[in-house]
């Protein structure tokens, strides 16, 4: 039934106050989604003593799109306009200001079983369990089409092992449909399902919100981490590279210390005394200056053998301001 003339006025109102006020819009895929359901997540998305959650809106995507063109008309540089080519199907816009994983999870909450019905694509693998089915054994040759191993148990028929009835994204035969309605077996769901994502002017699919805090984090770690690896190589001092161009000095200078007798320096004796002797860092030592000279000792062993693994290797690693690693470079 088409929309009244006072109704398309108060629908192209909300949809460009919405426009103005929300930063962030869903579009949702509403296939095989009936407006009782529809009505349900609304209900779902509101907030006692709250403003809504989220807004839903359906209409005709030649509706939306006119109001759009004509919001921009007058808002030419408003982003809106990145959302105008997604605009395409049967889909509802989902108008938020809050956090998008939660609006996608209430969306993706409220799922209505159903049937397969024959020609539709199988939203995900479809399987038969064993055991009784209620049919009689007159039956037995609409198994055995399927492929379905079976036998007669108790006078009825009885499936013997599980079996993969439907892939994912296959369509739904007269075959396969009619056994699960015998079975009485709903396989699917339906509900809003998460399309684009519109954010400010930008435009990207649903499984960006899978990304978590600390995956972001990792993989700027991860980046800085090929980024000091990078200016250590090529010798050019960074933020990153720095404070590993700074470790690297100090354990030439640890080392330089260590083979000098008459040279050494605050950040060194433990080195030195370490080498001299280990069995007093040992962990039968005890007290508290056992305790505290303890890690040095570890530290001690660790630098020794890292400079020694540097000169068999040639040296190649850089110092604090780009030399060579025992090129003789003057600080």
Known sequence: MPLSKEKKEAYFERLQEWIKTYSKIMLVQVDNVGSSQIQQIRMT???EGQDDFAYILMGKNTLIRKIINEFLEENADHPIKALLPHI???VGLVFTNEDMTQVREKLESIRKPAPAKVGSLAQKDVFVPPGGTGCDPGQTSFFQVLGIPTKIQRGQIEIVSEVHLIKKGDKVGPSEGALLDKLDIRPFDYGLMLGMIYNNGSVFSPEVLDISQEDLKNKFCAGVTLLAS????????????VPHSV?????DLVAVA???EEFSFE?????KAYLADPSAFSGGGGGDAGAASGGGGDAAAAVVEDKKESSEDGGGGMGMFGDDEGGGGSY
Do not use: H, I, Q, W
Not at 231 to 238: F, K, R, S
Not at 247 to 251: D, T, Y
């Open 247 to 251: 470790a690297n000095a100090f354990k």
């Open 258 to 260: 260590v083979e000098c």
């Open 267 to 271: 950040k060194a004796d433990p080195y």
């Open 45 to 47: 998305m509101r907030r």
């Open 230 to 241: 990078v200016c250590l190589g090529a010798g050019y001092p960074t933020l990153a590279s």
């Open 88 to 90: 395409k199907g049967n």
